[in-house]
């Protein structure tokens, strides 16, 4: 799905952000802007600033920024697709789709309405299993028997299916309805379709809801000895276990507190947490965590801690949730491992250990690249050389899929090692190049060439307005840092969400720029440069674009088999957006020392503005 940009801009021009963050932060005037305590960090002076004249929110405290749009995927962990939708219905609009034919859209718009329907009838049984669980002193008996409050219980709304083929017919006058059993709820006879009968009896209920709070399905489990112990709601339009996490909705506000999300493998884990202090944590549903889940808890959060019992199952589902993890492991992102003893689950640790003990554990978890070593050592003798080349063989296939980084290169450092070759012997026998054939080793000389889009030679960029190939390169940084993100976008993943601000803020064409290079990222992802010229056809910055992309690149000579793609173009982007950011907060200074003449709470906004500055700009700040 392709949205306009014309469209998002007139959408974001409607809506106020004051009014929009105002429904989640209670926001004071002060001065020209709006202040309040931010909702991404915990904070007991407000230092999250929200501005009516330039429709941006930022908090000098964590750095967080952004628009309306931004916001709302931010806050409520929504997708760009998803804030842009639930915007335009807040003011009426219909979203269009340049790319979809009418029945297309047509389609589109009477799956939008089925998926609204079948959550109306999930709510509806969700009630209804609550109601149950008062009038059932057997399940009553179960959740307090595992240590649950009634205070717990309605947070997550826990019920109770009762026995009986047909409770669900009490509920919905028309059990007939093939709704039901779309939604899960029922489940009719393969040999007599007339015969029907309820998918949940005799189990205490979890409703799953989606990062809204709507109810997407179920997870029953038994009061006894019963198989199977859990049952969950089969695949529907509105619920896929691989996309889904139980409890992401209740912990979206914990997970910012606490700084990361704890990964469990079960219901009753993320209750039982929730009941013990752990509000932060949430599980897989019945599979491996998967590259949708982390994508989701990494809007809320950089941090992950996976949990896993210590016995051989528990480091089976660690090893499957490394292989989900490796991809999305950038250098601003935590992935951890933490390793139960045999015998213990989360809720049990702590009920015998306490709180503070497990989170000890927690902190001490092991990070994702010491796993990893870990895992490609397992059954290698090191003290042979064939061991060595079995891990060197192990390695190869984890290590290519961690994104491009200082991790990755350490991690290629430190798996040398244990093989006991340099990094770039190591690189050659993974790309299968024999010895001596590098071209150091024949005494060629490396040199810098241009940046070739889709090539794995990144060399330097020459400096700033200078001529190389009969092309001006960009004289100012802003025209810089938009020639190295639309020749490297899988950079943008790797900014934070200042750095966004900072880029989206740009005056005209810059801004706009950013703007819609930030959306093609969350619709498309990572693009080469070819792919992306279309898209700028008739845009307010394709002269812009088109002048910084054009012109003959010089192929140039491949650059050594252990160099990072991109590496050296994203550091030099790195230390350009620090350059920027650094004018940045010099002219917010300003601006807090103009407020601190009214507003005395201004001088603590300039206080931490000036401390930023100066780390960035290496001084050290007591």
């Not at 009762?162 to 393969?190: C, N, Q």
């Not at 979890?206 to 089969?234: A, H, Q, T």
């Not at 003290?383 to 290169?409: F, I, V």
């Amino acid at each position: 799905m392709t949205i306009p940009h014309t469209f998002i801009q007139e959408l974001i021009a409607r809506a106020d952000v004051v009014e929009i963050v105002g429904r989640y932060v209670q926001l004071k005037k002060g001065g020209a802007n709006f202040m309040g305590l931010c909702p991404f960090h915990s904070e007991k002076s407000p230092s999250f600033s929200v501005s009516p004249t330039k429709q941006f929110y930022h908090c000098f405290g964590c750095g967080k920024s952004g628009d309306a749009l931004r916001f709302l995927m931010d806050h409520a962990g929504m997708t760009f697709i998803e804030a842009v939708n639930d915007l335009a219905q807040q003011f009426g609009m219909q979203v269009p789709e340049d790319d979809a034919s009418p029945q297309d859209r047509a389609r589109a718009a009477e799956q939008k309405q089925k998926q609204a329907t079948l959550t109306d009838v999930l709510e509806k049984a969700c009630s209804a299993y609550k109601k149950h669980l008062r009038d059932s002193p057997r399940a009553i008996d179960y959740f307090k028997g595992r240590g649950l409050s009634g205070e717990i219980a309605k947070q997550f709304d826990l019920g109770y299916a009762p026995e009986g083929w047909r409770s669900l017919a009490g509920v919905f006058p028309h059990y007939d309805d093939p709704l039901l059993a779309e939604s899960g709820l029922v489940i009719t006879s393969e040999d007599d379709p007339e015969k029907r009968y309820d998918r949940f009896r005799d189990r205490v209920m979890f409703p799953i809801r989606n990062v809204k709070g709507e109810c997407i399905g179920f997870g029953g489990r038994v009061l006894g000895d019963d198989k199977p112990k859990y049952l969950n709601s089969p695949e529907t339009p509105v619920f896929s276990k691989g996309r889904e996490l139980y409890g992401l909705f209740e912990a979206r506000n914990a997970l910012r507190d606490a700084g990361y999300a704890l990964v469990t493998e079960g219901y009753m884990d993320v209750v039982a947490l929730a009941q013990l202090g752990f509000p932060n944590a949430v599980a897989t549903l019945g599979t491996a965590c998967t590259a949708d889940h982390l994508q989701k808890l990494f809007r809320f959060t950089d941090s992950i801690v996976f949990s896993f019992d210590g016995d051989a199952a528990g480091r089976r589902a660690a090893r499957k949730a490394l292989d989900g993890a490796l991809a999305m492991a950038t250098d601003v992102r935590s992935c951890k491992f933490l390793f139960l003893p045999a015998e213990h689950d989360p809720d049990s640790y702590i009920r015998a250990y306490g709180r503070e003990a497990f989170a000890r554990y927690v902190s001490e978890a092991t990070p994702l690249s010491r796993f990893l070593i870990e895992s490609v050592r397992e059954g290698c003798e090191l003290h042979t050389a064939e061991g060595r080349a079995h891990l060197a063989s192990n390695a190869k296939p984890l290590w290519s899929q961690l994104p491009e980084g200082a991790l990755k290169r350490q991690l290629l450092g430190e798996i040398a090692d244990l093989v006991q070759l340099s990094s770039s012997e190591l690189t050659d026998v993974w790309n299968g190049k024999a010895i001596g054939s590098r071209p150091e080793a024949k005494g060629s000389k490396k040199y810098s060439t241009p940046y070739t889009p889709g090539k794995r030679f990144q060399p330097k960029e020459p400096p700033v307005g200078s001529d190389i190939a009969g092309r001006r390169q960009p004289a100012s940084r802003a025209d810089h840092a938009a020639r190295l993100l639309l020749a490297n976008t899988q950079g943008w993943d790797g900014l934070t969400h200042e750095d966004h601000a900072l880029l989206c803020e740009l005056p005209p064409p810059h801004g706009a720029l950013f703007v819609w290079l930030e959306s093609q990222q969350h619709e498309h992802g990572p693009q080469l440069w070819e792919a992306l010229r279309g898209g700028v056809r008739g845009q307010l910055f394709e002269d812009l674009a088109l002048r910084l992309m054009s012109g003959p690149v010089p192929s140039g000579d491949a650059e050594p088999a252990d160099a990072t793609p991109g590496r050296e173009a994203l550091q030099e982007l790195r230390a350009l957006l620090n350059l920027m950011l650094i004018d940045w907060l010099k002219k917010q200074e300003t601006v807090a020392l103009e407020e601190a003449k009214s507003d005395p709470s201004a001088l603590q906004r300039y206080r931490e503005l000036n401390r930023r500055r100066l780390k960035l700009m290496g001084v050290k700040v007591g």
